[in-house]
């Protein structure tokens, strides 16, 4: 498609709970970014992938955070056992190489 | 380590005047530079890019920002600004070195053009 897709818009979840986001990249790009919003400003990198591969995951909470981007699928983030300083707006990005990254609609994830 | 800040966190003008947001980033090699804008309930959207060449780029909405190598600045700048300018502008960087393209973000201005 020609925009970033997300679903699902929101993510209601009780603190423990596992959360999957996801993230369909316009079609042709290769790479792909997951950025988390806190508190409406200050945004953090996760994770980026180069096709199915990851090619930069230093922004992951590795311990309960994971990701896929897998061939003819939608990309995934999944959060285990969700903490309340989870909440935040998901933004997914994607670019067709090292240039501008086009963003997604976001999911807001709220942990309860 | 890389980072970027935005010194005007929030902004209220007037409808018809000039808009000036400044974007300082600290990294020592070569960078790529945005200016996004997020409209409320909206998603973020590119309002303009430098990469290189002219150091004063041209955007959306009749937005424009000038890259300073030696101040390490991205300022961007509107001459007469409308309501429906108000929205948070966020200003990133990434490094141009090798393929990681990750976004490194200022904390964001929130502008309110008052009618």
């Known amino acids: 498609g020609e925009e970033v897709a997300q679903t699902p818009k929101h993510l209601v979840r009780g603190e423990g709970q596992k959360a999957k986001l996801y993230c369909a990249p316009i079609k042709g790009h290769s790479y792909v970014f997951w950025y988390q919003q806190v508190l409406k400003n200050e945004f953090k990198f996760l994770i980026s992938f180069q096709n199915e591969n990851v090619f930069d995951e230093t922004g992951m909470p590795k311990e309960r955070f994971s990701a896929k981007c897998l061939p003819n699928s939608p990309c995934s983030l999944e959060i285990q056992a969700t903490k309340l300083e989870d909440s935040a707006v998901y933004f997914c990005a994607s670019s067709l190489k090292t240039d501008t990254q086009y963003f997604g609609p976001g999911t807001r994830l709220t942990v309860l | 380590a890389q980072s970027v800040s935005q010194h005007n966190h929030h902004v209220i003008l007037s409808e018809a005047a000039s808009l000036e947001l400044g974007c300082n980033y600290s990294y020592g090699g070569t960078v790529n530079l945005f200016w996004y804008v997020q409209y409320p309930g909206q998603h973020l959207q590119l309002l303009l890019k430098?990469?290189?060449?002219d150091p004063l780029v041209k955007g959306i909405k009749g937005f424009e920002a000038e890259f300073i190598k030696s101040k390490f600045s991205f300022n961007l700048r509107k001459p007469s600004v409308q309501w429906s300018d108000t929205a948070e502008y966020f200003c990133?960087?990434?490094?141009?070195?090798?393929?990681?393209?990750?976004?490194?973000w200022g904390l964001g201005t929130s502008l309110a053009v008052n009618p």
């Open positions: 430098y990469f290189s060449g």
């Open positions: 990133a960087v990434s490094r141009t070195a090798g393929n990681n393209r990750k976004l490194i």
